[in-house]
């Protein structure tokens, strides 16, 4: 095959969902440009023609930088748009990832929808991930049908060191046998909903209220915020920073349910590890969330119109039966979804 690059945008090097999507790409012989920044993007797009593709996933480095005023944040949806169509006059195809319907805490919300409904109009492949992502995104843009390739996220099976036992991960966190400890795992943002979650265990009866797991990189902001929401009634072992690969199955093992409580939510890898572990999950009732997860006996369900006092039920329930987590998560292993994803480019190359 003669030598095609691949532009991907943002390409956040420690993110383990790139990284195992590349997989299959990268050993077909593409060329993979990685940029974070719109100027590297800029240079990037300068040098793609005909057979080269250029993938924006997430969007929020265009027009959200925290710096950017609203005339910086037009210019720079300008800048974007105008190197994306230089490519792509020169022969190069483009392909959008969904990952939300919207950036979280967007602070340029018109401007972010205008970009996605620019990206779902003139990208050649919409990729999504979830089966019901033109029906979550429809109040804002429509994808057009005949564009759309689904492709599930990838499961982490064999990515995370997996050699530890309940026991001595349970141990090695301060946590006895007989308590019930409940994860919330990834970083710690507003949109979570984890103001939700300690409502929802602080609800639950004194001697039935499980021990709160949270890990994963926290800005000092937010630490603050969480301090506060946990008083001294509410406990909880805690990781604001960054878990190392080696430890992400100390805080999956130890749990006997991961707990997903988000605002808004279209797709999360962080569920996708939790299964890969086996762990059972909780999810907000959302209908796209059915249409992916609704038949899996591992997942449980809360009300998003009550959220914590619903959730406070799931969690003084029974957890549930963990057995089918990682048979689903089986059936999406990394390289298969990987070579799909690698069938999708060159569909695209044309």
Do not use: C
Not at 185 to 213: H, I, N, S
């Amino acid at each position: 095959m003669p030598d095609r690059s691949l532009a991907v945008f943002p390409a956040y090097r420690d993110n383990p969902y790139l990284n195992l999507m590349l997989l299959a790409p990268r050993a077909r012989g593409w060329n993979v440009l990685e940029s974070l920044r719109l100027e590297q993007l800029e240079q990037h797009l300068g040098r793609l023609g005909t057979g080269d593709v250029v993938h924006v996933h997430w969007t929020s480095p265009i027009v959200q930088r925290e710096n950017d005023d609203l005339v910086q944040a037009r210019a720079r949806l300008d800048r974007f748009r105008a190197a994306v169509d230089g490519a792509r006059g020169r022969g190069a195809s483009l392909v959008w990832t969904v990952h939300n319907v919207l950036p979280h805490d967007a602070r340029h919300l018109d401007l972010e929808r205008e970009l996605a409904g620019w990206l779902a109009d003139s990208a050649d492949v919409v990729h999504v991930m979830n089966q019901a992502t033109p029906d979550a995104v429809g109040d804002f843009y429509r994808l057009d049908p005949a564009k759309v390739v689904h492709i599930p996220h990838p499961s982490y099976q064999g990515v995370y060191p997996s050699t530890m036992t309940r026991a001595d991960a349970r141990a090695s966190l301060g946590i006895d046998e007989g308590d019930r400890a409940v994860l919330a795992f990834g970083q710690m943002r507003p949109y979570k909903g984890l103001d939700v979650l300690v409502d929802a265990v602080r609800r639950v009866a004194p001697t039935e209220r499980p021990v709160l797991l949270l890990a994963g990189r926290t800005s000092a902001r937010d630490r603050e915020a969480i301090d506060l929401m946990l008083g001294d009634d509410v406990r909880a072992v805690r990781e604001h920073d960054h878990v190392a690969d080696v430890d992400v199955q100390r805080w999956f093992r130890a749990a006997d349910v991961a707990v997903f409580p988000y605002r808004r939510v279209l797709n999360s890898g962080a569920l996708h590890l939790a299964a890969s572990f086996g762990l059972p999950s909780v999810l907000p009732d959302e209908p796209h969330l059915r249409v992916e997860f609704g038949d899996e006996e591992w997942a449980r369900w809360f009300d998003t119109a009550e959220p914590a006092s619903s959730l406070a039920e799931v969690l003084g329930a029974s957890a549930p039966s963990p057995g089918g987590a990682e048979r689903f998560s089986r059936r999406l292993a990394p390289y298969a979804l990987s070579r799909r994803y690698a069938d999708l480019l060159e569909s695209a190359a044309g």
